[in-house]
């Protein structure tokens, strides 16, 4: 039996944060499938597993952690990778991890859910989360102009944390001449041994057509 489960979707690009570290590192681990879009993660036996009902969460022994956040930081002890090498670097990743969930990661994840499975792209709330999520990448444009990853030469789990959300780009027609220094970090991380698209690390694609 692999060593660590991740409760996971395909479309799910907090569930691809974890999911790709585990990968990039050569950890032992399966995907254990949530079926989000019928609505497991609002069943009792889910909330069970995770109160917050929400996927990812990462089984490792007896211990079922969720948010993404912690679960890349308890992975750079256990897989010794991505991790800070001083204190200096722990404040810095914290600091763009942090900065993801609020500004990036959260715009982003619901622009698109709005836009591509509820169907409401052209509202007011839609357009509005999508003028804070261009914002948004304009202040990581600017972070990365001249830099090769969030805090310097080497990936991080600050990446690995910004980066969840950024392959579904052609899904919300992102215009990537707008940020061309984003654009090349994803070229980047894709170009790393052992990279995987989303759609093809973690299971639920395609969705099954709507009855």
Known sequence: M?????YCFAQSGN????????TLAKADWQPRFVDFFNGETRT???????????????EHGELKLAQSGVILDYLTNQLHQFGPRNEEERREILRWTLWDNHKLTSYFATYRFLKLFAGQGDSPQAQWLH?????????LDTHLSDKTYAI????????????????????????WADY???????????????????YDLMPGHPLPPKA
Not at 2 to 6: A, C, D, I, K
Not at 49 to 57: Q, R, T
Not at 131 to 139: M, Q, S, T, Y
Not at 159 to 164: T, V
Request: hydrophobic letters at 50%; charged letters at 20%.
């Open 2 to 6: 692999p060593e660590y489960t991740l």
């Open 15 to 22: 569930s691809y944060k974890v999911a790709l570290m585990l």
């Open 44 to 58: 009792p036996a889910y909330r069970a597993i995770n109160a917050m009902g929400e996927a990812p969460v990462l």
């Open 131 to 139: 003028g804070r999520l261009l914002a948004a990448l304009k202040v």
């Open 152 to 175: 310097g030469t080497r990936i991080t789990i600050a990446d690995l944390s910004m980066i969840g959300y950024m392959y579904f780009a052609d899904e919300i027609a992102l215009n």
């Open 180 to 198: 061309p220094h984003v654009k090349a970090w994803t070229e980047r991380i894709a170009a790393l041994p052992g990279w995987k698209h989303p």
